[in-house]
C-alpha cells in the first residue's frame, strides 16, 4: 500500500520490488485500504464525502 499509495507507483512496480504479482498486489492494496478504513471509523474518523 505505501509504494502505491504515497510513493506513487504503479501497481506493476510495486510487484516488481514486492516479488509478487500484479494481481496479489492489487489485492493487497484493497485490502489493506478497507483495513485502514475500519480502523478509522472505529476510532472515529468521519468521511467528508458521506
Known amino acids: 500500500m505505501y509504494l502505491v499509495s504515497l ?3 504503479s ?3 510495486a510487484a ?3 516479488g ?3 494481481k496479489q498486489v492489487t489485492n493487497l ?3 489493506g ?3 485502514l478504513k ?3 471509523e472505529e476510532r472515529g474518523f468521519i ?4
Open 7 to 9: 510513493e506513487g507507483m
Open 16 to 18: 516488481r520490488i514486492l
Open 38 to 40: 475500519k480502523i478509522l
Open 47 to 50: 468521511y467528508a464525502d458521506e
Open 33 to 35: 485500504k478497507k483495513s
Open 20 to 22: 509478487k504479482s500484479e
Open 11 to 13: 501497481y506493476r512496480e
Open 29 to 31: 492494496v484493497h485490502r
